[in-house]
């Protein structure tokens, strides 16, 4: 069974300070992985994808994240932070008939 | 292009009661996925839809039932409510052949 993990439940950062939100996960063949994010009453929204090809993946609003196979992590990376980035973030394994299965989600609180 | 609309977005019911909740996907895809979403929790796959038929079911009780139309669209349909049903109800899309799915923002369901 395919599972992901979110080992913090919050992160806090200052604003323009790198922001890292950790994810590792655990699939019996190739990983199909995303990060989505969620603000407070909404649905996700689709941050970023791997799938195959470079380890480091580039998505939206300046996110990016990076695909270690040895590690078996896929963490999320942004270098300078906004306040309007505190949200709670997901990070997702896909199988191959399209069913995701998140983590349990990592708030970030990002302070001006 | 619309993405992908829920209805309705809050719904209060009661205990024993049976809800029906409504999806439709963005334009052109035709695989539409059910998620459950408890307070502080990432969201759990319920089931999915494709060519009107259900092609996976998560871990619920067939008290929850879906179904999906010629133009794809979707209904999750609750039985026999319980308090333990009160979350974020969120419905994806997605299209055979991509990678990404996309989410609407949401039924929010009390169950009192």
């Known amino acids: 069974a395919q599972s992901v993990a979110q080992p913090e439940d919050q992160v806090n950062v200052a604003e323009g300070n790198p922001l890292t939100v950790k994810c590792t996960y655990s699939v019996s063949g190739n990983p199909y992985l995303f990060w989505y994010v969620q603000y407070p009453n909404r649905g996700l929204q689709f941050l970023l994808k791997y799938i195959t090809g470079d380890n480091l993946v580039k998505g939206s609003y300046g996110f990016e994240a990076e695909f270690n196979k040895s590690q078996t992590s896929f963490h999320l990376k942004k270098p300078s932070a906004l306040v309007s980035d505190s949200a709670l973030y997901f990070c997702a394994v896909r199988d191959d008939d399209y069913k995701l299965s998140f983590g349990a989600g990592t708030t970030v609180t990002v302070r001006a | 292009d619309a993405g992908v609309t829920q209805s309705p977005t809050h719904l209060i019911k009661t205990r024993g009661q049976q809800v029906t909740l409504r999806c439709s996907p963005k334009?052109?895809?035709?695989?539409v996925s059910w998620y459950q979403q408890a307070l502080g929790q990432g969201p759990q796959f319920i089931f999915q839809y494709y060519e009107e038929e259900e092609r996976q079911r998560g871990n619920f009780p067939d008290r929850f039932s879906g179904h999906q139309f010629p133009n794809y669209s979707s209904e999750l349909n609750v039985n026999a409510l319980w308090l333990g049903d009160s979350a974020l109800y969120l419905c994806?899309?997605?299209?055979?052949?991509?990678?990404?799915?996309?989410f609407g923002q949401g039924t929010r369901l009390t169950v009192v």
């Open positions: 334009s052109g895809h035709d695989t």
């Open positions: 994806a899309s997605s299209l055979v052949g991509e990678t990404e799915a996309f």
